[in-house]
């Protein structure tokens, strides 16, 4: 598992923050409850910031000195990211609440977001969130895409808490990304509603991916019901309804998207599907190439083309294929895993023992890691140091 590298700024990025809108909740004629059933669990996010005994008994004890010599913001921070003590770790697998979080010592970007929130509100410290704009992570499960984006948040001072000489700034925000990635990085104030609805959303995704579809619908309308300016739920509910196989019930909830957001290349890309689902073929392909003309080299496009020469056997092409894609998209495992295959085809046993640490070091799940951990075994064995 990766250690966290947290990263602690002194003041707020540059922000566009904009006041707080009531949104009209999403139209009734976009659900089907009769399509999916009742989940085996209701999806909801009531213990969401929840903190149970034994985070509060940290907060007491374990924290007790920082909160007292450091004060509660920088305290809370050395406390939790030091890695002598709570020793966290990044896992995507799947997105946990605080108690979770804390309980497991794993959580991806919003899980540690809302465990960090968690222990903020308990000590009466003031919480905003942050959407950062940054490079989009792409991943793939049978023929859906999902794109990860980043969040961060920031703490305040409480309003009777002095501020010394030393330590003047009165906010903290923390992000889990390095410095490097995070400079020049704009981001806009989002409200806690909406990070439930994220939350949720992450749920929906994940049981989709499980193939879950009755709990992945629970969670993806209680996300649009809490946040209905939320787009990225309205087209987690599209894909729920085409695998369901109901396309033109998702073509309602995809046509929402593109309302607010035309140039959705998400979106786009699933009503492409939803299209020629219903038999609408020319509308399909009209609607492929407006999106081939804004985005002529999509996620996964040179993975795809390194895996056909793959499969032809051509590990030439497929090498140069699979490191344009690399170049792109570094912090992609599947992609150099794929790398590193090419390589070895190719006799290269360096760049494939190189690109298989590299897609060890950049996963973000424990099944990846010990499928990458025993290749690099299999090298060992093989005499190949």
Not at 42 to 57: C, V, Y
Not at 232 to 261: K, M
Request: aromatic share 10%; charged share 20%; proline share 4%.
């Amino acid at each position: 598992m990766k250690r966290l590298a947290v990263l602690f700024l002194c003041a707020l990025l540059a922000a566009c923050a904009s006041a707080p809108q009531s949104s009209p909740p999403p139209p009734l004629q976009l659900f089907n409850d009769e399509l999916f059933g009742s989940p085996a669990k209701p999806a909801h996010a009531e213990d969401l910031f929840a903190m149970s005994d034994e985070m509060k008994r940290y907060v007491d004890v374990e924290m007790a000195y920082q909160l007292r010599s450091r004060g509660n913001q920088k305290g809370l921070l050395d406390a939790l990211y030091n890695r002598q003590q709570l020793k966290l770790e990044y896992d995507s697998e799947r997105t946990r609440t605080a108690i979770e979080a804390f309980d497991a010592r794993t959580g991806n970007c919003l899980s540690l977001v809302i465990m960090t929130a968690a222990f903020a509100k308990y000590l009466g410290l003031p919480v905003s969130y942050q959407s950062v704009y940054t490079d989009e992570t792409w991943t793939r499960n049978q023929d859906t895409y999902f794109a990860s984006s980043h969040v961060n948040l920031t703490l305040g001072r409480r309003l009777f808490d002095s501020s010394s000489s030393s330590d003047s700034q009165r906010t903290w925000t923390i992000d889990f990304l390095p410095p490097d990635d995070l400079r020049g990085q704009r981001s806009r104030v989002v409200e806690e509603n909406t990070i439930v609805a994220m939350y949720m959303n992450n749920r929906a995704v994940e049981s989709l991916a499980a193939g879950q579809l009755e709990a992945a619908y629970s969670w993806a309308r209680a996300a649009m019901e809490r946040a209905p300016e939320f787009l990225s739920a309205y087209n987690t509910l599209g894909v729920l309804y085409l695998r369901r196989g109901h396309p033109a019930q998702a073509e309602l909830a995809l046509a929402r998207v593109l309302a607010h957001d035309p140039v959705n290349t998400i979106a786009m890309a699933n009503m492409v599907r939803v299209l020629s689902a219903q038999g609408r073929a020319e509308a399909s392909r009209e609607l492929a190439a407006k999106l081939a003309r804004i985005d002529p080299e999509p996620p996964y496009h040179f993975f795809d083309l390194g895996q056909a020469a793959m499969r032809a056997g051509d590990y030439t092409a497929a090498h140069n294929w699979f490191a344009k894609e690399v170049a792109r998209a570094p912090y992609q495992h599947e992609f150099h895993f794929w790398l590193a295959m090419a390589g070895y085809q190719l006799g290269d046993v360096a760049e494939a023992r190189k690109h298989l640490t590299m897609a060890l070091e950049t996963s973000t799940t424990r099944s990846n890691q010990r499928l990458y951990s025993a290749k690099l075994d299999h090298l060992k064995q093989l005499g190949m140091q």
